[in-house]
């Protein structure tokens, strides 16, 4: 049987221009700024370029859709945006301070990436990556138990977030006790748990009937209103429609960009 292996070319990250990185002064209003991002795979004797070059500017209280077909780059992008993953080359320019102080990702030590991912940044997954022997609460009181929150302030965010996503009456359930839309929206209140300044969604409805589509589709709009800054990635152009901008990568680059904003009640006709 052949097999093929994909080794990640390691970013060597230069200690002594991280030492150095200062912070760039930016748009309040601007959230994310992304410039030539860039990263390349090996395949046995061949690369990969999963992201060639993309450029891109997110404000607050903007719903953007990527899309495009499986191995264009959609997943690689989130990675990297998340700080799951490192690009060869390129700019990831966050609003750290809210307050329009940008610090560069690239240049950020492995101590400043955790604290993003754990603060600034909210994940949305496709396979929902909930912990199994954790409840619904403890699942989305996670990330402010890691940040060390206090266990009243912990307590008060955690409820009112369950609530507001309709799962108030399912709090003490395990995952494996929720359908795929429950455990959905679990994963969107534990990704809002700590105030992100934007929200990273990788196919998060790609598992999920239409109605319950509709219903996570319907979170994010009230999302975007009330401010936050979204991102979401999706092979489905019809639910793309919803955002305000769609954006289509192809080969690891975008290929186009068309203006969205379609109502909920006319993507399914």
């Known amino acids: ?46 690369t990969i370029t999963a992201l060639n070059k993309v450029n891109l500017t997110i404000r607050r209280g903007e719903f953007i859709a990527i899309v495009g077909p499986s191995g264009s780059g959609k997943t690689t992008l989130i990675n990297c945006l998340g700080a799951l993953d490192f690009p060869d080359s390129g700019e990831i320019i966050y609003n750290v301070d809210s307050k329009g102080m940008g610090l560069d990702l690239m240049l950020m030590t492995n101590k400043q990436h955790k604290k993003i ?16 022997i954790l409840t619904a609460y403890e699942n989305v009181e996670l990330p402010m138990v890691i940040d060390k929150k206090d266990s009243k302030v912990r307590k008060e965010k955690v409820r009112g977030l369950l609530k507001k996503i309709g799962l108030e009456e399912r709090m003490e359930h395990l995952p494996a006790q929720l359908s795929g ?15 992100p300044l934007i929200i990273l969604a990788d196919e998060p409805t790609g598992e999920l009937d239409t109605e319950t589509t509709t219903n996570i589709l319907k979170i994010f709009l009230d999302l975007k209103n009330s401010g936050e800054a979204l991102l979401m990635v999706t092979h489905n152009r019809r639910i793309a ?29």
């Open 181 to 195: 839309g429950e455990q959905q929206r679990v994963t969107i209140a534990r990704a809002l748990v700590n105030d």
């Open 1 to 46: 049987m052949l097999k093929i292996s994909i080794k990640k070319k390691k970013v060597k990250m230069n200690k002594e221009r991280r030492a150095t990185a200062k912070a760039v002064r930016m748009d309040p209003d601007t959230v994310l700024i992304v410039r030539d991002l860039t990263k390349i795979y090996t395949v046995g004797n061949s």
């Open 241 to 269: 429609e919803t955002a305000d901008r769609i954006i289509t990568l192809t080969d690891g680059e975008f290929t186009g960009e068309v203006k969205g904003g379609k109502p909920i009640e006319e993507i399914y006709k």
């Open 117 to 132: 991912r754990l603060r600034k940044i909210g994940l949305i997954f496709q396979f929902y990556n909930l912990f199994p």
